[in-house]
C-alpha cells in the first residue's frame, strides 16, 4: 500500500476531464462560519470565505491541522452547528438549491436523507442504549416513512452491503458488543441508508488501527462506485487523499489555502503551506524524509493578524503577507491559491476577495 | 502505510475561557448579607434593645410595630414569655454563626487532614479511612446528628462537635481524591527524591495544594451546618433554651402559627434563609472560581 | 457480573460492620449505656438487667458481639414510651413514611425531569433561569421553614389544607411537597447536566445529521441516557426521604419513621432513637447495593463487564 502513495493519484487523471462537464452537485460560495463568543466579543472565524464545489460521484479531500476549520466546514453544510457558530456570509447550493436560506424543517429533510454524514469517533456515534439494528433502520423510518419490518429488513442488508458477518444477529445487538472497526462500518451503513447523493466522511479511520483502516477505504470506495456518491474526505492523511480524492482542498486557520485537482497539486503544489505538507510525506523511494510538520504553531484563531495566517510560518513570507490577507487568486481551470506568491506581477486575477 | 498526520493542536478552546469571564460577577449582595450577619454577631450586646432570654409575660405575643397593637418598644413583636423578638433575632445570629463557623472549620481540619494522610498514605490506612467513610456516608447526616445528639445531650459546644464528627467526611473524600493526583506531580516526587519526610511533604507539598478545594467546600458547607443546626435547635436536641437559637425560635413559635402569631416562625425562618441562600451564592461563585474540579460538587 | 455483585457485597457487610461498631462505640464512650437503654429514673435493678442483658461489665468484644446477636435477632430493645418493641413500632409506622416518600418522589420528578430537561435544551433561556431559582431555593430553605410557611398559607389564611395528621389524600399534599422541593431541586440540577453532556456527545451529533425531527432527538435519544444517572440517585433519594423526613414528620404531625425517631428524642425513649437509626442505617446500605446491582442490570456496558 505505500509504494503507491503518489503514483495512484496521477492515474486517475483521465476520466475526471469528462465529468467537468456536469453542473456541480455542490457548491460552496465564500462560505463563512464564526463562532462567536456569548458576549460577542470574541471572533472566530472557523470558516472563512471558502469557495469550492464537487461534482456528482467526485471525491473531495480535504486536509488541515486539527482546528483549521475542516469539521466546521462540514457540519456547516449540514447545518448541525454548535450554538456558538453561525453562518455568517456565503451560499451553499446543493442541487441548486441554496441550503443556507433553507429553513430547519427543510433541512432535516436533507441532513440523512440526500447529505450523509460519518463521524470521526466510531465508539461515540452510536447510541449505546439501542440495538444496531434501530439505529440503522431508524433512518429510513424517518426519511422514507419504511414500515418498521422492512426497515429491519433493510438495515439487515445494509449491514451486509458493509461486510459486516451474520448481520442478522448483529443488528439485535449493542454498540458495545461490536468492535471499532465494525462499529464505524455500521456508521457508514446508517450513512448510505438512504441513498444520499453526497457523504461526508469526517476523519472517519483516525481512530482505527491501519488494516482495519485499509479495509474502511476499500469498502468505502466500493459504496463510493456501486452508488455514484460523491464523497467529501476529511483527513490529515495525505497518503489517503492521494489514494482516495480526485480534489483537494487544503485548508489552514479557517482559509482554503489551496484548492484544485490532487495529482496537480501533488506534482506542482503553490502554496507553501501545500507544500510543506507534501514534503513531509515519506518518499516512495524509501528516502524517508523527516516527519515532522511544519516548525511553529498554528495561530489563535481568536486573535488572527490582517495579513496571512501562515505568515509566521511561512518559510517565503515577505512583508506584504504579514499586513495584508492574500487572496484567492485563480491559477488554471478549477484550481485556486490564496498566497502572494501566486499572484501574478503585476495583480492581474484576483477573484473571490469578498 | 507510510502517511504523514500533520501535528495535532487544539484550536478552538472557547468555552473554557468564556465561563471564566461568566463567572465574573462576584456576589456583591450575598457577601454583604453575610457581613451584616457577622456584625450583627459580635456587636449582638450593643444593638439588642432587651436582654433576649428574659421576657416581660405581660407583654406576650405582640405583633410587629405595623400591625394594630405593636409599638416601636418591641419593634418586631415578642413571643410567647414576652421576649423581644428583635434582640432574639439579633443574639441567634451569634448562635448561628458561632456554631455554623467553627463546625465547618472543625470539620475541614478533620476531613483535610484526614483526606491528606488517605490519599498520601494509601494503602490499609487509606482503605480504613475511606471505608470508614463510606460507613458515616450511609447515615443521612441529620440522622446521625440527631443520634450523636441524644447520647451527649445538648449544648453549644456538643453541636459543634457533632456537626464536625459528621460533615468531616465530606471533606476527606473529595481532598483524599485530590491528593491521588497530587501525589504523582513533579514536585512531590522531587521532594520525595530530597528526602523529605512523609509528614514534611503532606504538610509543605500537598497541603497548601489542597487548600483551594478545602475552603471551597467550607463555603459550601456553610449553608449545609446552619440548617442542620437550625434543624436540631428544631427538634429540641440543638441548642438549649433559653439561648436564642433561629430553630429553636421557629419551633417555638409553631403553637402560635396557628392563631395567626406568624412573626414568631417566619422571622428567624426568613434569618435562615437569607443566610443560607447568601452562602450557598458565595459557595457556588467560590467553585466556579477557585476550583473548576468542583463543578459537579 | 457474579464478581461484581460479590464485592459490592462485601463492602455493603463492611460498611453495616462499621456502622454498628460506630453506634456501638459512641454509646459506650460517651458513659454508661444503661442509663440510655433504661428509663429515666429507673430502678438499680432495671439498670443491673440492662447490664445483664448486654454484658457491661465485660471485655468490649464480648459487648459487641452481644450487641450484635440481639440486633441479628430482630431485638432492637423495648420502648419505654410505647411499652413495645422497637421493631413492631418501627413497622407500624414504615407505611406511612413510606406513602408519604412516594408522594414525595412523584412530585420531585414530575417537577424535576421536565424542568431539567427544558433548562439543558433552552440553556440560557428564562425558563432555565427560573429552574435556577427554583433548584437554589429547594437546596437552600430548611424544610421546616417552608412547611410552616405553607400551613401558614394553605391552613391558616386559606384553610384549604389540614395543617397536621394524616388519614385524606389532603393531608399528604404540603408535607410532600415540603419534602420534595429539596429532591426536585437536586433531580433538575442533575437532570440538566446530565442532559447537557448527552447532547454535546457524538451520537446525539450522529442523530442529528440523520434528519431526525428535534423532538425524536431529544425524547428518544437523548432522554433515556440522560436519565440513567437521574433514576438512579432517585432511587437511592426514596431511602433518604424516608430516613431524613423526620423535620417534616414533626412540622405536620405525620405518623412515620422520622415522627417516631422525634418521638424518641423528646421522650428520652433511647432504645427507639438508636433502633431508628441503625435500621436507617442498613437500609440505605442496602439501598445503595441495589441500585449498584440494578445499575449493572441495566447498562449493557456493565453487564458484559467491557
Same mark, same amino acid.
Given at each position: 500500500m505505500s509504494n503507491s502513495t503518489l503514483s495512484y493519484a496521477s492515474s486517475?487523471?483521465?476520466p475526471r476531464a469528462i465529468r467537468d462537464i456536469r453542473p456541480p452537485l455542490l457548491e460552496l460560495r465564500n462560505l463563512s462560519t464564526h463562532y462567536v463568543s456569548q458576549q460577542g466579543t470574541r471572533v472566530v472565524p472557523?470558516?472563512?470565505?471558502v469557495t469550492l464545489s464537487i461534482r456528482p460521484g467526485e471525491t473531495l479531500g480535504v486536509v488541515g491541522e486539527?482546528?483549521?476549520?475542516k469539521s466546521t466546514l462540514a457540519l456547516s453544510i449540514l447545518r448541525v452547528?454548535? /450554538?456558538?457558530?453561525?453562518?455568517?456570509n456565503g451560499q451553499i447550493l446543493f442541487e441548486g438549491e441554496?441550503?443556507?436560506?433553507?429553513s430547519d424543517s427543510e433541512m432535516r429533510h436533507v441532513r440523512g436523507k440526500r447529505i450523509a454524514m460519518i463521524l470521526q469517533d466510531p465508539m461515540a456515534s452510536?447510541?449505546?442504549?439501542?440495538t444496531i439494528g434501530n439505529q440503522v433502520a431508524e433512518s429510513m423510518r424517518v426519511?422514507?416513512?419504511?414500515r418498521r419490518r422492512a426497515a429491519w429488513q433493510r438495515a439487515i442488508e445494509l449491514l451486509k452491503s458493509v461486510r459486516?458477518?451474520?448481520?442478522e444477529t448483529r443488528v439485535t445487538?449493542?454498540?458495545?458488543?461490536?468492535?471499532g472497526g465494525m462499529r464505524q462500518r455500521i456508521v457508514g451503513a446508517i450513512g448510505i441508508s438512504c441513498e444520499p447523493r453526497l457523504l461526508i466522511a469526517d476523519?472517519?479511520?483516525?481512530?482505527?488501527?491501519l488494516t482495519i483502516q485499509a479495509q474502511y477505504l476499500a469498502l468505502l470506495r466500493d459504496i463510493q462506485r456501486e452508488h455514484g456518491l460523491a464523497l467529501i474526505f476529511i483527513t490529515h492523511n495525505l497518503g489517503i487523499v492521494a489514494k482516495m480524492c480526485d480534489q483537494l482542498a487544503v485548508m489552514y486557520a479557517g482559509r482554503l489555502v489551496e484548492y484544485g485537482p490532487v495529482e496537480r497539486i501533488f506534482d506542482n503544489p503553490v502554496h507553501p503551506y501545500t507544500k510543506a505538507l507534501l514534503n513531509s510525506i515519506p518518499r516512495?523511494?524509501?528516502?524517508?524524509?523527516?516527519?515532522?510538520?511544519?516548525e511553529g504553531q498554528p495561530p489563535d484563531m481568536a486573535r488572527l493578524?490582517?495579513?496571512?495566517?501562515?505568515a509566521a510560518r511561512c =518559510?517565503? &513570507?515577505?512583508d506584504r503577507c504579514r499586513v495584508e490577507a492574500p487572496p484567492s487568486v485563480?491559477?488554471?481551470?478549477?484550481r485556486t491559491a490564496r498566497c502572494?506568491?501566486?499572484?501574478p506581477e503585476p495583480p492581474r486575477a484576483a477573484v473571490g476577495v469578498a | 502505510m507510510s502517511t504523514t498526520t500533520i501535528t495535532e493542536v487544539a484550536a478552538i478552546r472557547d468555552t473554557g475561557r468564556f465561563r471564566l469571564l461568566r463567572s465574573r460577577d462576584f456576589p456583591l449582595v450575598p457577601v454583604l448579607i453575610i457581613l451584616t450577619i457577622a456584625l450583627v454577631a459580635v456587636f449582638a450586646d450593643f444593638l439588642a434593645?432587651?436582654?433576649?432570654e428574659v421576657g416581660k409575660l405581660a407583654a406576650r405575643f405582640k405583633p410587629p410595630?405595623?400591625? &394594630?397593637?405593636?409599638s416601636m418598644t418591641y419593634p418586631l413583636g415578642t413571643d410567647q414569655l414576652g421576649r423581644d423578638m428583635l434582640s432574639r433575632l439579633i443574639f441567634g445570629a451569634r448562635v448561628s454563626m458561632v456554631v455554623g463557623f467553627t463546625a465547618v472549620i472543625f470539620a475541614g481540619v478533620v476531613g483535610t487532614t484526614l483526606g491528606i494522610i488517605s490519599g498520601y498514605m494509601g494503602g490499609w490506612v487509606d482503605q480504613a479511612i475511606m471505608r470508614l467513610t463510606d460507613a458515616w456516608l450511609a447515615l443521612p447526616a441529620l440522622t446521625f446528628a440527631i443520634f450523636l445528639a441524644a447520647i451527649v445531650g445538648p449544648s453549644e459546644m456538643n453541636i459543634v462537635i457533632i456537626l464536625a464528627l459528621v460533615y468531616w467526611t465530606r471533606y476527606a473524600r473529595i481532598v483524599r481524591g485530590e491528593v491521588l493526583s497530587l501525589k504523582e506531580r513533579e514536585f512531590v516526587r522531587l521532594a520525595v527524591v530530597a528526602g523529605c519526610s512523609k509528614w514534611t511533604i503532606m504538610r509543605k507539598h500537598i497541603l497548601p495544594n489542597v487548600m483551594n478545594s478545602a475552603v471551597v467546600l467550607a463555603s459550601l458547607m456553610l449553608g449545609v451546618v446552619i440548617v442542620a443546626e437550625a434543624s436540631l435547635s428544631f427538634l429540641g436536641v440543638?441548642?438549649? =433554651?433559653?439561648?436564642?437559637a433561629w430553630g429553636l425560635m421557629l419551633s417555638d413559635g409553631k403553637q402560635g402559627l396557628m392563631v395567626g402569631y406568624w412573626w414568631l416562625t417566619v422571622m428567624p425562618g426568613l434569618c435562615i434563609m437569607l443566610m443560607v441562600l447568601s452562602a450557598n451564592l458565595l459557595g457556588d461563585w467560590l467553585r466556579v472560581k477557585l476550583d473548576p474540579q468542583l463543578r459537579q460538587l | 457480573m457474579r464478581q461484581f455483585v460479590l464485592k459490592r457485597f462485601c463492602y455493603s457487610l463492611l460498611s453495616l460492620f462499621l456502622l454498628s461498631v460506630t453506634i456501638f462505640f459512641f454509646v459506650r464512650v460517651t458513659g454508661d449505656p444503661a442509663t440510655l437503654l433504661t428509663?429515666?429514673? &429507673?430502678?438499680e435493678a432495671d439498670i443491673a438487667a440492662i447490664h445483664q442483658k448486654f454484658g457491661l461489665d465485660r471485655p468490649l468484644v464480648v459487648q459487641y458481639v452481644l450487641f450484635m446477636t440481639s440486633l441479628f435477632r430482630g431485638d432492637l430493645g423495648q420502648s419505654f414510651?410505647?411499652?413495645? =418493641?422497637v421493631m413492631d413500632l418501627y413497622w407500624s409506622r414504615l407505611p406511612h413514611s413510606l406513602l408519604l416518600a412516594a408522594v414525595a418522589m412523584a412530585f420531585s420528578l414530575i417537577i424535576g425531569i421536565p424542568s431539567g430537561i427544558i433548562a439543558a435544551v433552552r440553556i440560557g433561556s428564562f425558563w432555565d433561569s427560573v429552574g435556577k431559582v427554583f433548584a437554589l431555593l429547594g437546596l437552600s430553605l430548611p424544610s421546616f421553614f417552608i412547611g410552616l410557611l405553607m400551613i401558614l398559607l394553605f391552613?391558616?389564611?386559606?384553610?384549604?389544607? =389540614?395543617s397536621s395528621g394524616s388519614? /385524606?389524600?389532603?393531608?399528604?399534599i404540603m408535607p410532600a411537597f415540603a419534602l420534595g422541593w429539596y429532591f426536585a431541586a437536586a433531580h433538575m440540577r442533575l437532570t440538566r447536566s446530565s442532559m447537557l453532556e448527552v447532547l454535546g456527545s457524538e451520537y446525539i451529533k450522529l442523530a442529528r445529521l440523520k434528519g431526525l425531527p428535534q423532538r425524536l432527538v431529544i425524547a428518544k435519544h437523548a432522554f433515556k441516557n440522560a436519565l440513567i444517572p437521574v433514576l438512579t440517585l432517585a432511587g437511592i433519594n426514596l431511602v433518604l426521604m424516608i430516613n431524613v423526613a423526620v423535620i417534616v414528620e414533626t412540622v405536620f404531625a405525620w405518623p412515620g419513621i422520622g415522627r417516631l425517631l422525634y418521638e424518641g428524642i423528646s421522650f428520652r425513649d433511647f432504645p427507639v432513637v438508636q433502633g431508628v437509626v441503625i435500621l436507617g442505617g442498613a437500609m440505605i446500605v442496602a439501598v445503595n447495593l441495589l441500585v449498584d446491582i440494578v445499575y449493572a442490570v441495566i447498562d449493557p456496558r456493565i453487564r458484559l463487564g467491557s
Open positions: 486517475k487523471a483521465a472557523a470558516v472563512d470565505d486539527s482546528g483549521s476549520g452547528l454548535p /450554538t456558538a457558530a453561525r453562518i455568517v441554496d441550503l443556507v436560506t433553507k452510536l447510541n449505546p442504549l439501542f426519511h422514507e416513512g419504511t459486516i458477518p451474520s448481520s445487538q449493542f454498540p458495545h458488543e461490536m468492535s476523519e472517519p479511520t483516525t481512530s482505527l488501527d516512495i523511494d524509501g528516502m524517508r524524509q523527516r516527519l515532522t510538520a511544519i493578524s490582517p495579513g496571512c495566517a501562515f =518559510p517565503m &513570507a515577505f485563480a491559477l488554471e481551470e478549477n502572494w506568491l501566486a499572484v | 434593645p432587651h436582654n433576649p410595630f405595623w400591625m &394594630a397593637g405593636g440543638g441548642v438549649p =433554651p433559653p439561648k436564642p | 428509663e429515666p429514673g &429507673a430502678s414510651y410505647y411499652q413495645t =418493641p391552613s391558616v389564611y386559606l384553610g384549604w389544607l =389540614p388519614g /385524606t389524600p389532603l393531608h399528604v
